[in-house]
């Protein structure tokens, strides 16, 4: 570990390992705007966006040498449209209607991309009007289809990533999506997937976010406890239908340029518009700063799924095993799984402290190598941090009622060799 790597590391073991800083920043109308690459370290970022949970803008230097940047843009500033049809014309990519509401979400449906690009030219030259509707290509694993494609590399502030370190370990999923769209499409109102971070990076175009703070979104609801599908209708005006609307605060705003990233924190609503045609790379992840409110976001979904079927709970022998079936195909998790991912999260940490890295597996691509990079001490607060959590699912009363034998290693074991690894590596 190089002297700078080792400060950086005590700084955080100080000052956070130990402590439970979960404060949440109200919108003040500004949000920082980081510019320069060589004076903002990882321990900045940590200290002034992650633990406080507050949203920041990366200036377009971050991501000045991305393969995305130089192949994917034209000379103009527009999407290239040739070189994308030529590196993926094939490929089968989900695409979202703006125009249509379905719930809370717009309906989506798999195309080949050779025809969204041909629909998004045409969506064009008609001035932007199509009978098909406004089209917006969302979620799109393309990292994972083309691995071998020069897109971009993970800023270093982001790779303390836990969701996509275990679903890369279990070969299932990750959260890594491209975002490709016409001037007017748009995501609706919503918070990300288990409360997670997320940061969004524009290849081409403009962004407009308006983003709201934790639990300002209690305000946007409607009578029946509905969040909205769009939090600039006019009818959420109406005092019938959402009471409280004249309490919430107007939104942080965000205009976001080509280049630039946009952070956003864990478990703040927001809602974004393409201002211009645009195509972004975004992430979701979970750290150990953000784990336990992960862990209190799991816990709300399967308290709702149990008001949902309370009815059910004495004819049904298996009601509690149900209640999970029912959370993790609303929300991706289960409370068992969520121990599997504490697990693998805990025993990558393990393995660095007690065996370290060589050389070799250093100049890998890998979670073990990234998690040496930040520092011993970071797997320390990693571990210290599931710990907290660990113990907490443990003593959970819906926990301890579903079948625990076929994890492994069981839950006091691995709390016990977490706890043994944390002292050795303080000693």
Known sequence: ???????????????????????FCLPTGHVDFIEKVDSFSYSDFFRDYLIPNHPCIFSAKFTEGWGSRRNWV?????????????????????????DVREYNSNPKEQIPFKEYINYWKEYIRNDYRSSRGCLYLKDWHLSR????????TTPVYFTSDWLNEYWDAIGVDDYRFVYMGPKGSWTPFHADVFRSYSWSANICGRKKWLLYPPGQEENLKDRQGNLPFDVTAPSLQDSNVYPRYTQSQPPVEILQEAGEIV????????????????????????????VAIMWCFLQDELAAVQ?????????????????????????????????NFL???????????????????????????????????????????TVKVLTSLSANE??????????????EALLHHLKAAIDTALL
């Open 263 to 290: 952070f956003i924190p864990s478990g703040w609503h927001h809602q974004v518009y393409n201002l211009e045609d645009t195509i972004s790379i975004n992430h979701n992840w979970v750290n150990g700063c953000n």
């Open 1 to 23: 570990m190089d002297r700078a790597t080792f400060a950086c590391s005590t700084a955080f073991f100080r000052d956070y390992s130990s402590s439970s800083h979960t404060a």
């Open 307 to 339: 008001r949902e079927i309370n009815e059910w709970k004495d004819p049904m022998d298996d009601w509690h095993l149900q209640c999970q079936l029912i959370m993790k195909s609303c929300t991706g998790i289960d409370y068992k799984e969520f121990y």
């Open 343 to 385: 697990k693998v999260i805990a025993e990558n940490r393990i393995s660095i402290l007690e065996k370290g890295l060589d050389d070799e597996a250093l100049a890998k691509n890998t979670p073990k190598a990234a998690i040496s990079t930040l520092g011993m001490l970071h797997a320390v607060f990693d571990l210290k941090r």
């Open 145 to 152: 289809a083309f691995p071998e494609q020069d897109v971009y």
């Open 74 to 98: 034209t000379w103009d500033g527009k999407p290239n449209f040739d070189y994308l049809l030529q590196k993926f014309g094939e490929a089968v990519v989900p695409v979202a209607n703006c």
């Open 398 to 411: 819906d926990f301890k009622k579903l079948d625990l034998t076929s994890l492994s290693p069981p839950p």
